[in-house]
């Protein structure tokens, strides 16, 4: 009894036929998994932010607070 012998004549291409459309299906899901699961919900929270967001108001909690050298508070 004699075991047949491994078919290694065309075995990478043979394989890559099976696992490169695979792989190149898999990466495009898991970019659209990333864009529409983290990307897009930060994008949204972003602009809900600054549609609320008042600079001036952010800049005299500041000043009256101390933060900044150059400006001193209202109080002295």
Same mark, same amino acid.
């Given at each position: 009894?004699?075991?047949?012998? =491994?078919?290694?004549? /065309?075995?990478? /291409? ?22 529409? /699961?983290? @990307?897009? =919900? ?13 600079? @001036?108001? $952010? ?6 607070? /101390? ?5 001193? =508070? @209202?109080? $002295?």
């Amino acid at each position: 009894m004699s075991l047949a012998k =491994p078919a290694m004549r /065309g075995l990478l /291409g043979k394989r890559l036929r099976f696992h490169l459309p695979i792989a190149f299906a898999l990466s495009l899901v898991a970019a659209a998994a990333f864009k529409y /699961g983290v @990307t897009e =919900p930060r994008k949204q929270a972003y602009a809900d932010f600054y549609k609320q967001y008042d600079a @001036t108001k $952010e800049f005299n909690n500041m000043r009256e607070a /101390g933060i900044f050298q150059s400006v001193r =508070p @209202t109080g $002295e």
